[in-house]
T-cell receptor, first 112, second 113 residues
Framework: DAGVTQSPTHLIKTRGQQVTLRCSPKSGHDTVSWYQQALGQGPQFIFQ???????QRGNFPDRFSGHQFPNYSSELNVNALLLGDSALYLCASSAVGVGGYTFGSGTRLTVV | AQRVTQPEKLLSVFKGAPVELKCNYS??????LFWYVQYSRQRLQLLLRHISRESIKGFTADLNKGETSFHLKKPFAQEEDSAMYYCALSGIYSGGSNYKLTFGKGTLLTVNP
């Protein structure tokens, strides 16, 4: 089992650009959550997808959007990138009703 | 609002010494508490959760609802325990989608030889 896979692993973008990050959940998992981890901080919840719908959302602006596909994989989109969006973006999956998320290795986004 | 506080950013102990990583939480309702660990250059991984009451790699944690704490303990630290440790909480599943995880800022544990 490959666990949670994220792509790409690293990304450099310019301010104002748009970016798409991808996540494939662990086999058997149907819920995908995205987190932002700034340097020296714990992961911050962005949003969660279940049954192809956004179910919960953290305190992030509308520039952050997402999608979940029928195969449970997910995308995180960020528009109009700011320098402050530079962070490690983590994807976590779980099976509904079962606690304890499994995390991917993350995508390191650098905005210059 | 739910909040997790890990008061120590850094903790350094010697091999064989006991270790305790502190975690306090705030949550209106019954939370589920977790400890996640991140070893150098590895992904975040679940260490233990209070509901399962397991002991993983010699670590234990007891949920104290009166003190709203979930401290992580190990009687004899090993060098391979050096890592970043995050305390996290979520609601207990009651239907619908799973609850989100709220993390503390983490404690970097260094075990010296």
């Amino acid at each position: 089992d490959a666990g949670v896979t994220q792509s790409p692993t690293h990304l450099i973008k310019t301010r104002g650009q748009q970016v798409t990050l991808r996540c494939s959940p662990k086999s058997g998992h149907d819920t995908v959550s995205w987190y932002q981890q700034a340097l020296g901080q714990g992961p911050q919840f962005i949003f969660q997808y279940y049954e192809e719908e956004e179910r919960q959302r953290g305190n992030f602006p509308d520039r952050f959007s997402g999608h979940q596909f029928p195969n449970y994989s997910s995308e995180l989109n960020v528009n109009a990138l700011l320098l402050g969006d530079s962070a490690l973006y983590l994807c976590a999956s779980s099976a509904v009703g079962v606690g304890g998320y499994t995390f991917g290795s993350g995508t390191r986004l650098t905005v210059v | 609002a739910q909040r997790v506080t890990q008061p120590e950013k850094l903790l350094s102990v010697f091999k064989g010494a006991p270790v305790e990583l502190k975690c306090n939480y705030s949550y209106s309702g019954s939370p589920e508490l977790f400890w996640y660990v991140q070893y150098s250059r590895q992904r975040l991984q679940l260490l233990l959760r209070h509901i399962s009451r397991e002991s993983i790699k010699g670590f234990t944690a007891d949920l104290n609802k009166g003190e709203t704490s979930f401290h992580l303990k190990k009687p004899f630290a090993q060098e391979e325990d050096s890592a970043m440790y995050y305390c996290a909480l979520s609601g207990i599943y009651s239907g619908g989608s799973n609850y989100k995880l709220t993390f503390g800022k983490g404690t970097l544990l260094t075990v010296n030889p």
